[in-house]
């Protein structure tokens, strides 16, 4: 079964710094991973994945996280966080092979980026 | 695209009582996932359809919850008797074919409390 750790509950940063949010999974196989987030009496929204290719990934936002296959990790990062990034961020993974479509999440980790 | 639609947004009803929360998936998408998302669990899969038929209950806690998707455009989560410790934030999420690689969209949730 796969799974999913987010180690920090919460996460805080001043403004304008670099912010990094952890993620490591387990799964059978090649994963595809992704990062969400969640604001305030919202649904999740998605960010970026990771399906194969180059281990950095870009996304909305600003936002990138690096696969390492060594590690199992999924770091969600930002060069330079905004108040307006302060939400909840999950991340999944499903196994790449057919026949199991549902993400996994982690627990989430509330970012708080202080003005 | 008006995006996933979920109704009710909120919902309060007495313990004991029958709870229906309903689900528009985005047109096209041929997959729908019920999520429960709660302080101490996370958010948890619950159930997922393809192509309206059921393929994973296995995340349903009891028999007290069913769901049914009776077409393409609809889908409902029902929880019969309502307990106190069901009180959560029901989502619902939809992709298409080939959309698991993409993730998926949720909608705005349901906050069910039960008093």
């Known amino acids: 079964a796969q799974s999913v750790a987010q180690p920090e509950d919460q996460v805080n940063v001043a403004e304008g710094n670099p912010l990094t949010v952890k993620c490591t999974y387990s799964?059978?196989?090649?994963?595809?991973l992704f990062w969400y987030v969640q604001y305030p009496n919202r649904g999740l929204q998605f960010l970026l994945k990771?399906?194969?290719?180059?281990?950095l990934v870009k996304g909305s936002y600003g936002f990138e996280a690096e696969f390492n296959k060594s590690q199992t990790s999924f770091h969600l990062k930002k060069p330079s966080a905004l108040v307006s990034d302060s939400a909840l961020y999950f991340c999944?993974?499903?196994?790449?092979?057919?026949?199991?479509?549902?993400?996994?999440f982690g627990k989430g980790t509330k970012l708080s980026v202080i003005p | 695209d008006a995006g996933v639609i979920q109704s009710p947004r909120h919902e309060v009803t007495e313990m004991g009582q029958e709870v229906t929360l309903r689900c528009k998936p985005i047109?096209?998408?041929?997959?729908l996932f019920w999520y429960r998302q709660t302080m101490m669990r996370g958010l948890e899969l619950l159930i997922y359809?393809?192509?309206?038929?059921?393929?994973?209950d296995s995340g349903m806690p009891e028999d007290r919850f069913s769901a049914k998707m009776p077409n393409a455009s609809f889908s409902t989560l029902k929880i019969q008797p309502s307990e106190p410790r069901d009180s959560a934030v029901y989502f619902c999420?939809?992709?298409?074919?080939?959309?698991?690689?993409?993730?998926?969209?949720f909608g705005s949730g349901t906050r069910l409390t039960v008093v």
């Open positions: 799964v059978s196989g090649n994963p595809y």
């Open positions: 047109s096209g998408h041929d997959y």
């Open positions: 999944a993974v499903r196994p790449s092979g057919a026949g199991s479509y549902q993400l996994t």
């Open positions: 999420a939809s992709s298409r074919r080939g959309g698991p690689k993409l993730g998926y969209t």
């Open positions: 990771y399906i194969t290719g180059d281990n």
């Open positions: 359809f393809n192509n309206n038929v059921p393929i994973d």
